[in-house]
């Protein structure tokens, strides 16, 4: 036996061992809920009451399967997240498919003179519980995501882009279905009550989970408007069903998104939603030249003026051209960019197969997340909740606060998109402007003293500290070689 003393001392060093021993990292799991940032409404926020930038890639197949493509290899959605997580994106778009290319469906498959048919009444479990599982474990990493309702590119063929054609193999199609509804669109007094379930089933589903926001649908055609506020409606009054029976549920509602209602400019209707996504190129993406890849025109967008929450999604706006210089326009511009990535394996797909070189578009969309990734760096030392985008592309107007056009300035009122209040100025050079021609910037506290700091494009380092004191209300800032982010910051 140990004596006392040997005892004594076993104890002291088995309790010292267990108070350094190191603990594994809890889960960056979700704050709660988003909403719309109350101070500043083209930002959201959630439990923790900090500004919320949603920002991250995309990818076609997070929640099924895309079974017409053989040689493709299997979709990593666990490494997704991890590399998700580890390069600090908040929130990725969770597409859903509802043609028969892809695996699992909602709808539980019987068989019918030896084929195979779908029974609209009828629930295909694996596809709720997969949604469910993959949706959490998302929620776990501190990821937000989307619950993309319906899905235009499976009810259509986009003229032909998307071959072999969705709608032969497609629930909805009379030879596929044992209630024999044959509708190739997403309203009609027979689709109206299997939509109507299916919300229910969703929401009955995946309501107690904070990290989704519905999503209506994916590029829905421009004359869906009305149908567009039905499913708005529809999902309020699920959710304030679970509220009713509920006293723990008040106030607790997910936010809806409206994405891409045919072509118009927006703020355009958002149909009850609170957060919308254009899909006008010519306003918000960048212009083509012959190929898929050419960018003939850099990206001008208008800035969100607050009466919105925009998300700018490359998937609507030339996915495969969008670079890092409309990204950080649009972040610039006060909205939130998303960008589309064609995962490793994916040798081919339906709608681009023999269009465009899926190598290079990997490439050039590899190098569009990274500068994401950039993004989600300056946006942490901004201050968002009091940021307002400048206005104008105007280089002499009178409003401009960077002769540069593209800026984020501190504001006592951003809710009402109020002048500068000279605390902060975040500003962008693009890597175009190689001249590194002198930045005026106006607004500053005349006489006061300003941190200068200069940030690269490619990784957000600093690459240059300055201070500058005794300012004028309009100061002239040394431009950079190859471009970066300049911020001024009040001392």
């Not at 993406?285 to 001008?300: E, I, L, Q």
Request: hydrophobic share 35%.
């Amino acid at each position: 036996m140990l004596s006392s003393q040997r005892q004594a001392l076993f104890a002291t060093a088995l309790i010292f061992s267990v108070l350094v021993a190191p603990v594994a990292a809890a889960a960056a799991v979700v704050d709660g809920l988003l909403r719309v940032h109350p101070d500043n409404p083209r930002y959201l926020t959630n439990d923790s009451g900090e500004p919320i930038l949603l920002i991250g890639p995309q990818t076609w197949h997070v929640f099924q399967d895309y079974e017409d493509d053989r040689s493709s290899t299997d979709f990593d959605y666990d490494g997704w997240l991890d590399a998700l997580e580890d390069e600090g994106f908040t929130f990725f778009r969770g597409w859903l498919w509802s043609d028969g290319y892809y695996s699992p469906l909602p709808f539980e498959q019987v068989i019918v003179q030896g084929r195979r048919v779908y029974d609209l009444s009828r629930w295909n479990e694996r596809f709720f519980d997969r949604l469910r599982r993959r949706i959490r474990a998302a929620g776990e990493r501190g990821l937000y995501t989307s619950v993309m309702l319906f899905q235009e590119w499976s009810v259509n063929d986009a003229g032909g882009l998307r071959r072999p054609d969705p709608w032969l193999v497609h629930p909805f199609n009379r030879s596929n279905n044992i209630q024999e509804i044959n509708r190739r669109s997403h309203s009609g007094a027979k689709l109206a009550p299997v939509h109507s379930q299916y919300l229910r089933r969703m929401v009955d589903e995946l309501y107690d989970l904070d990290n989704i926001i519905w999503e209506v649908g994916n590029e829905l055609g421009g004359k869906s408007g009305p149908w567009v506020r039905q499913v708005v409606e529809r999902l309020r009054e699920l959710e304030d069903e679970k509220v009713a029976t509920d006293p723990l549920n008040q106030g607790r509602r997910h936010l809806i998104w409206v994405s891409c209602i045919g072509n118009r400019a927006m703020p355009g209707p958002a149909y009850g939603a609170d957060l919308v996504s254009p899909c006008n190129v010519e306003r918000y993406g960048v212009g083509t030249g012959s190929s898929c890849f050419d960018v003939a025109r850099p990206a001008r967008p208008p800035a969100a003026d607050g009466s919105r929450v925009v998300l700018a999604d490359a998937d609507h706006l030339e996915p495969l051209a969008a670079d890092a210089d409309w990204a950080w326009k649009s972040f610039f511009r006060g909205h939130h960019p998303l960008a589309l990535t064609i995962p490793n394996g994916r040798k081919s797909l339906p709608w681009w197969r023999g269009r465009c070189d899926l190598d290079r578009g990997r490439q050039n969309t590899a190098r569009l997340r990274r500068s994401l990734a950039t993004i989600v760096r300056v946006a942490r030392k901004a201050d968002l909740a009091a940021s307002v985008p400048q206005s104008t592309l105007m280089p002499d107007h009178p409003g401009t606060v960077s002769s540069f056009g593209y800026a984020l300035f501190s504001s006592k009122d951003p809710n009402a998109a109020g002048p500068p209040d000279g605390r902060r100025f975040l500003i962008y050079q693009a890597e175009a402007d190689n001249g590194g021609r002198p930045i005026s910037v106006c607004g500053l506290r005349q006489g006061r003293n300003y941190r200068v700091i200069w940030r690269r494009l490619d990784n957000g380092d600093i690459f240059f500290r300055d201070r500058r004191t005794s300012v004028k209300a309009c100061e002239s800032f040394a431009g950079s070689q190859g471009g970066g982010i300049l911020a001024l910051e009040l001392k």
